[in-house]
């Protein structure tokens, strides 16, 4: 089964990055629909900053530490949403890398995802999820998605370079046309999130359909 999945997923790779590219002016678009005058956006801001304030005062070793093992979680995850056993995930004794191994033959979102793909504030998202059933949201909720998002930013900033392995298979023309927008559709669904959770993050997919579905009769009244 995890072959046949792999075959769909790797015939997408290029609409996918069509997709993303195309997105692009519909994210930067959304965020004027944003209100950044909320306690929940301040309070989002503030758990960012506290993030880049303690990793500063971090072992550098316990950093890149923490960052290859997100890195190869991330990877796991994908493995195991594509239906792949998970065999290892090793770090190096130095910090000069991780690896992973599955079952399987793979596919190219399984390497791409932890360089969009922000796994520690998506579990958080579905511990929100359930704390919601039985507590009421306050801004410290905003606080903590704050501190995972600016990981996951400094995560991924700190890892795209030529030197990656992972870049350079799933090739760089469609890294430059797939991570950009793919890294702003995260935010602003992070954004979306912190807003009014997940019913937020659903109506902000609605608004990406209706501002792409705009833009594409912009660009048709353009050419005719």
Same mark, same amino acid.
């Given at each position: 089964?995890?072959?046949?999945?792999?075959?769909?997923?790797?015939?997408?790779?290029?609409?996918?990055?069509?997709?993303?590219?195309?997105?692009?002016?519909?994210?930067?678009?959304?965020?004027?629909?944003?209100?950044?005058?909320?306690?929940?956006?301040?309070?989002?801001?503030?758990?960012?900053?506290?993030?880049?304030?303690?990793?500063?005062?971090?072992?550098?070793?316990?950093?890149?530490?923490?960052?290859?093992?997100?890195?190869?979680?991330?990877?796991?995850?994908?493995?195991?949403?594509?239906?792949h056993s998970v065999k290892h995930i090793r770090?190096?004794?130095?910090?000069?890398?991780?690896?992973?191994?599955?079952?399987?033959?793979?596919?190219? +979102?399984?390497?791409?995802?932890?360089? =969009?793909?922000?796994? #520690?504030?998506?579990?958080?998202?579905?511990? /929100? *999820?359930?704390? &919601?059933?039985?507590?009421?949201?306050?801004?410290?909720?905003?606080?903590?998605?704050?501190?995972?998002?600016?990981?996951?930013?400094?995560?991924?900033l700190s890892q795209i370079h030529d030197k990656?392995?992972? +870049?350079?298979?799933?090739?760089?023309? =469609?890294?430059?046309? #797939?991570?950009?927008?793919?890294?702003?559709? /995260? *935010?602003?669904? &992070?954004?979306?999130?912190?807003?009014?959770?997940?019913?937020?993050?659903?109506?902000?997919?609605?608004?990406?359909?209706?501002?792409?579905?705009?833009?594409?009769?912009?660009?048709?009244?353009?050419?005719?």
């Amino acid at each position: 089964m995890s072959d046949v999945l792999d075959k769909i997923i790797n015939v997408l790779k290029w609409p996918a990055a069509v997709l993303a590219l195309w997105t692009l002016p519909a994210t930067v678009q959304s965020f004027d629909y944003f209100s950044f005058r909320s306690i929940y956006f301040l309070a989002l801001v503030g758990g960012f900053f506290t993030y880049f304030v303690g990793a500063m005062s971090m072992d550098s070793g316990a950093k890149t530490s923490m960052q290859i093992i997100a890195h190869e979680l991330t990877h796991s995850f994908f493995a195991l949403l594509t239906l792949h056993s998970v065999k290892h995930i090793r770090v190096a004794d130095d910090n000069s890398g991780g690896s992973m191994g599955f079952v399987g033959k793979g596919n190219w +979102l399984i390497i791409i995802a932890p360089y =969009f793909f922000p796994l #520690f504030c998506f579990i958080y998202m579905i511990g /929100v *999820l359930i704390y &919601l059933r039985v507590m009421p949201a306050n801004w410290m909720m905003s606080l903590f998605l704050g501190y995972f998002t600016g990981y996951h930013v400094d995560t991924v900033l700190s890892q795209i370079h030529d030197k990656q392995t992972d +870049l350079k298979e799933v090739g760089y023309p =469609f890294c430059c046309i #797939f991570l950009p927008g793919a890294n702003l559709w /995260v *935010l602003g669904s &992070l954004l979306a999130f912190n807003s009014k959770y997940w019913d937020g993050l659903m109506a902000y997919q609605h608004l990406l359909r209706k501002l792409n579905i705009a833009n594409f009769d912009y660009v048709l009244n353009l050419l005719f």
